[in-house]
């Protein structure tokens, strides 16, 4: 079976559901900003407890070892 250029089964189509002026996401708006910071912000908060428990392992082997 082919299929013509004319035939569309949908694949490939962009669909917007919001009108173009209410979709403009400009690189730099307060919301890129926003998730930036947030992102920073949580990856600060993953540094600090990874350090936080390798330094209590650290601890807990210090410990045993001077048992």
């Given at each position: 079976m082919t299929t013509s250029s004319?035939?569309?089964?949908?694949q490939g189509m962009i669909?917007?559901?919001r009108p173009t002026a209410d979709?403009?996401?400009?690189d730099g708006?307060?919301?890129?900003?926003?998730?930036?910071?947030?992102f920073?912000?949580?990856q600060a908060m993953i540094r600090e407890q990874s350090e936080a428990h390798a330094a209590a392992k650290a601890a807990e082997e210090n410990k045993r070892a001077g048992e």
């Amino acid at each position: 079976m082919t299929t013509s250029s004319t035939e569309n089964d949908g694949q490939g189509m962009i669909v917007n559901p919001r009108p173009t002026a209410d979709n403009q996401d400009w690189d730099g708006d307060e919301a890129d900003r926003a998730d930036r910071l947030r992102f920073e912000e949580e990856q600060a908060m993953i540094r600090e407890q990874s350090e936080a428990h390798a330094a209590a392992k650290a601890a807990e082997e210090n410990k045993r070892a001077g048992e």
